[in-house]
């Protein structure tokens, strides 16, 4: 019986077959948004991490994150940076889009990036859900996530006004599946109480972290540890909206 071979072009070819496959079998999850969710630099010494940027770790590697988040941007201006162009280029069916803006569009001294909740914001919104939805992708909506701003009576008092309410009413319109943040992280925040929610964000004293030497009080933005909890919170949402995306969470 003569031995069987396999030619190297026949070889080449299957190759080729199987990373299409598997490339098919990939989900890619796009964050689009804000600091609160976007990567941070030299991540092995900062503190400070996005909710986006350790949301990897609860995936297999069936899903790829690719976050798009940056730093200072609102709705308006990534859309004007063609940084929205640059996710619908890639953008496939079967892919999701997590969407959170308002943190800077709230910005009112700054016409490059401020919108008004009821009209552009809205309509921004709805455009990132219409034209992710055109490329057979899956759009979700985030209410942005609280800043730590207690009051003199422990209360924490709400600093983004009408954008999260306007989140809410362009789910409700177009039935796009809501992860609301602002509440869970309200929740979150107030359980931990004034004091320890300091352990969410960036407050070191001078001289106590290396990355910060002269020390920093920074209500908005997250520690690893509150990014961590934030991201858990999205994912155990997603659990109870039933999405196809935690068909490929860690086990």
Known sequence: MKNFRVSKSVWAGIIFMVGLMANAQEVTVYCIGDSTMADKKEPEKNPEHGWAQVLQTFFTDEVKVDNRAVNGRSSKSFISENRWD?????????????IQFGHNDQKF???????????TYRHNLIRFVKETRAKGATPILFTSIVRRNFNEFGSLIDTHGEYPVVTRMVSNEMSVPLIDLQYLTEVLETSFGPENSKKLHLHFKPGEE????????DNTHLSEKGALLVAGLAVKEMQSLQLPLTNFLQK
């Open 86 to 98: 640059s996710v619908l280029t890639t953008l496939k069916s079967g892919d999701y889009v997590f």
């Open 109 to 119: 001294k700054d016409s490059s990036r401020f919108t008004n909740p009821h009209t």
């Open 210 to 217: 290396p990355y910060y030497p002269k020390g920093i009080a």
